[in-house]
């Protein structure tokens, strides 16, 4: 193949899914259950069992770190992979494996970066369930294994972090200045039934709606008034959170005004513009990013692509056709993640000139 043309700006991409072996392993034994607790079971049984040619393509390129993926990276001028843990993460699992597994992912993940560290960031993986073990590991993981953030997978059995009792983990994130990006899952148990019928649970639409609940649960608890120097980081332009923050702010002082309801130094969007970041992973459509840049600005949107569940392909063309300001683009590619991840500025490819050779 013919050298390929540098690109004007270097991209990195925020929401880069992968597994390790144990973890596959301990996921198919759980998905292999049923527990009524866990309704997504069902979900992830699918995903990591059945032989679909996309479904392999998919178990093949998550448990991959060293090979195609720095292939497809290259031939698509993608410099660095912000890696995590893929979904539900180590959050299903009984609470001594889930805290030993998520320190597997993490010694592991160190290990793939320190292979290829112009290529390669992390978010750590936790066990919530374990509030005070998360949080130490999340110090650990920045502290000795020098990770970029951590990763939750929305609700933890069913639970949501503005719970008192997961604040360890907020605490320990405020303190080292760690960005916690909160991942879909599908819904919890409470209200996965009406999502059933027509497969709603799945990226379709139930993962926006559990996470994006998630978010407006924290921002009402008072989490951001007692962290107030928390970043939550959410996929998908928001969750949808940035096209209903005007009718949040409109609604929200007669709704808290009720019974013992959280009393908020802020409004809603005011700290939805002062303690999220947002990143575009899954949603290719310029006139969503627009609006996103319009109603939170360029400083908070990072470019992701959702690896390997989407296609890299389609990410890269769609930010390099958005009908954007260059010095937008530079900030959604690359510059506000290597601010709010702590990603070395610069460093790595140029894109399209890896340290791989170029293969076709
Ligand atoms: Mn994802």
């Known amino acids: 193949m013919a050298d390929r043309q540098p690109v004007p700006w270097r991209r990195i991409a925020t929401e880069e899914a992968f597994l390790i072996p144990e973890v596959h392993d301990a996921l198919r ?8 607790d866990e309704p997504d079971q069902d979900f992830w049984g699918f995903v990591l069992t059945q032989d679909l040619p996309g479904l392999q393509r998919v178990r093949r390129q998550l448990l991959d770190t060293d090979d195609e993926r720095l292939a497809i990276m290259d031939e698509h001028g993608v410099s660095v992979h912000l890696l995590s843990l893929t979904a ?5 699992f009984g609470d001594a494996q889930a805290v030993e597994l998520a320190a597997l992912v993490n010694d592991r993940l160190a290990a793939i970066i320190a292979r ?25 993981a920045m502290k000795t294994l020098r990770l970029n953030g951590v990763v939750i997978n929305s609700h933890t059995r069913n639970e949501y972090l503005d719970e008192e009792k997961f604040w360890p983990i907020f605490e320990a994130a405020q303190a080292l200045r760690v960005p916690i990006y909160i991942h879909p899952r599908s819904p919890s148990a409470q209200m996965a039934a009406p999502y059933r019928k027509y497969g709603l649970e799945t990226g379709m639409y139930g993962f926006q709606a559990e996470t994006g609940l998630h978010a407006i649960r924290l921002i009402c608890s008072g989490v951001f008034d007692r962290f107030p120097d928390l970043k939550i980081v959410l996929g998908h332009l928001g969750e949808g959170i940035p096209f209903w923050l ?50 939170v600005g360029a400083d908070n949107i990072m470019f992701a692509i959702d690896y390997p ?19 937008d683009k530079h900030k959604i590619f690359h510059l506000n993640a290597e601010r709010i991840f702590g990603i070395p500025a610069g460093a790595g490819i140029a894109a399209g000139t890896g340290t791989r050779p170029a293969t076709g």
């Open 29 to 36: 034994s759980w998905a292999a259950g049923a527990d009524p």
């Open 88 to 92: 539900p993460g180590v959050q299903t």
């Open 116 to 140: 290829h560290p112009d290529r390669f960031a992390g978010l750590a993986a936790i066990a919530p369930q374990v509030p005070h073990a998360a949080a130490a590991e999340i110090e650990r």
């Open 246 to 295: 005007y009718r949040v702010d409109y609604m929200h002082p007669v709704r808290s005004s009720r019974n013992s309801r959280p009393k908020l130094q802020l409004t809603p969007g005011e700290y939805f513009k002062r303690n999220f970041a947002i990143t575009t992973s899954g949603m290719n459509w310029h006139p969503a990013l627009r609006f996103c840049i319009e109603a």
């Open 309 to 327: 569940y989407q296609l890299t392909v389609g990410a890269v063309q769609f930010m390099d056709s958005a009908p954007i300001p260059d010095q």
